[in-house]
């Protein structure tokens, strides 16, 4: 075959082009067999016992790490001690790869403030700030505590998880009277939630931030029309924000507040009905049994969701933890 390529005089084309080419023909075809496949494999009932089975005999419930359902198992958690570095947009492989997601943050404007703490500001905060936060319109962490160099603002309230609601209602207001121009929607996360502002923006790009809602990991329990996981993040239209009203639990107590002022808790699933802003990390979410069906999870749950790939949107927006 290569000696008959060499003797056409119409083509130059050497061999080792020849097997490139046909080693990239083969993992194409691998790469998008995978991808058709990708549904038919996460409903297959072997192939998520045997995922679930590899996964527990690495990292699940047989092995010293802990299964981090509860905010209380990470209090203490710390970030990585050395600054977290960002591939620059100039860099060979990113370069011109931005045009579309810079077009949407133009027209999606997105105000993001971040619930931290003194304790936080080194082992957490920072790398928010390092990281996902760099992509949002206009950043800020909300702290008992100033510090330049987040910035954070000195909110007159206690730490702890008994003043988060207070905090989150201060929060609220220093945005309203300070940055409420500034953006079209305002996302509420913590420190060590991690969020996909692209994603985000995509989700709101056809929404209409003059009516009153906003969008989350809904749960179920003590408001009508359901609240939002604080961890996962949420994020209110500029109707919403302008419609607010210490103690008590901040998602809860912010879903009713909303309810209370007619704000409605928007649907965020994509068109198939997977989520996109979740309260744990993506593990928890991915493995199928992970979240106990008898656990407090499913039992909070607005939506019902799916085990395997299929509980996630391709355009997931948050994880938290």
């Given at each position: 075959?290569?000696?008959?390529?060499?003797?056409?005089?119409?083509?130059?084309?050497?061999?080792?082009?020849?097997?490139?080419?046909?080693?990239?023909?083969?993992?194409?075809?691998?790469?998008?067999?995978?991808?058709?496949?990708?549904?038919?494999?996460?409903?297959?009932?072997?192939?998520?016992?045997?995922?679930?089975?590899?996964?527990?005999?690495?990292?699940?419930?047989?092995?010293?790490?802990?299964?981090?359902?509860?905010?209380?198992?990470?209090?203490?958690?710390?970030?990585?001690?050395?600054?977290?570095?960002?591939?620059?947009?100039?860099?060979?492989?990113?370069?011109?790869?931005?045009?579309?997601?810079?077009?949407?943050?133009?027209?999606?404007?997105?105000?993001?403030?971040?619930?931290?703490?003194?304790?936080?500001?080194?082992?957490?905060?920072?790398?928010?700030?390092?990281?996902?936060?760099?992509?949002?319109?206009?950043?800020?962490?909300?702290?008992?505590?100033?510090?330049?160099?987040?910035?954070?603002?000195?909110?007159?309230?206690?730490?702890?998880?008994?003043?988060?609601?207070?905090?989150?209602?201060?929060?609220?207001?220093?945005?309203?009277?300070?940055?409420?121009?500034?953006?079209?929607?305002?996302?509420?996360?913590?420190?060590?939630?991690?969020?996909?502002?692209?994603?985000?923006?995509?989700?709101?790009?056809?929404k209409n931030t003059s009516e009153p809602i906003f969008f989350g990991h809904k749960f179920k329990p003590f408001v009508s029309q359901g609240y939002f996981s604080g961890g996962a993040g949420y994020v209110l239209s500029k109707a919403a924000l302008t419609r607010q009203d210490n103690g008590g639990y901040e998602?809860?107590?912010?879903?009713?507040?909303?309810?209370?002022?007619?704000?409605?808790?928007?649907?965020?699933?994509?068109?198939?009905?997977?989520?996109?802003?979740?309260?744990?990390?993506?593990?928890?979410?991915?493995?199928?049994?992970?979240?106990?069906?008898?656990?407090?999870?499913?039992?909070?749950?607005?939506?019902?969701?799916?085990?395997?790939?299929?509980?996630?949107?391709?355009?997931?927006?948050?994880?938290?933890?």
């Open positions: 075959m290569f000696e008959t390529i060499r003797r056409l005089p119409s083509m130059n084309v050497s061999r080792p082009t020849v097997v490139f080419l046909g080693v990239g023909f083969v993992f194409g075809l691998s790469v998008s067999y995978l991808f058709v496949n990708t549904q038919r494999f996460t409903n297959n009932e072997k192939f998520l016992k045997d995922f679930k089975s590899n996964w527990e005999s690495n990292y699940g419930r047989k092995s010293s790490r802990p299964v981090l359902h509860d905010a209380h198992d990470l209090e203490d958690a710390e970030g990585p001690a050395s600054e977290v570095v960002f591939h620059s947009s100039e860099e060979d492989a990113h370069r011109g790869k931005y045009a579309v997601a810079k077009e949407l943050a133009q027209n999606v404007r997105v105000l993001c403030w971040i619930m931290t703490g003194p304790q936080n500001h080194v082992s957490k905060a920072r790398h928010v700030k390092a990281t996902w936060g760099k992509r949002c319109n206009k950043l800020i962490f909300m702290s008992s505590k100033a510090d330049k160099t987040l910035p954070a603002v000195k909110l007159d309230v206690k730490e702890g998880r008994d003043s988060l609601w207070g905090k989150t209602k201060q929060a609220f207001e220093y945005i309203y009277k300070k940055h409420l121009d500034d953006a079209d929607w305002f996302l509420k996360a913590d420190d060590d939630t991690y969020t996909i502002v692209e994603n985000l923006r995509h989700l709101l790009q056809d998602d809860v107590e912010m879903g009713k507040c909303m309810n209370k002022l007619e704000v409605e808790a928007g649907d965020s699933r994509d068109s198939v009905g997977r989520k996109r802003f979740f309260p744990f990390v993506p593990e928890h979410h991915l493995i199928p049994g992970h979240l106990p069906k008898d656990g407090w999870y499913h039992k909070y749950i607005f939506y019902p969701e799916e085990e395997g790939l299929a509980c996630c949107s391709d355009n997931a927006i948050s994880f938290h933890y």
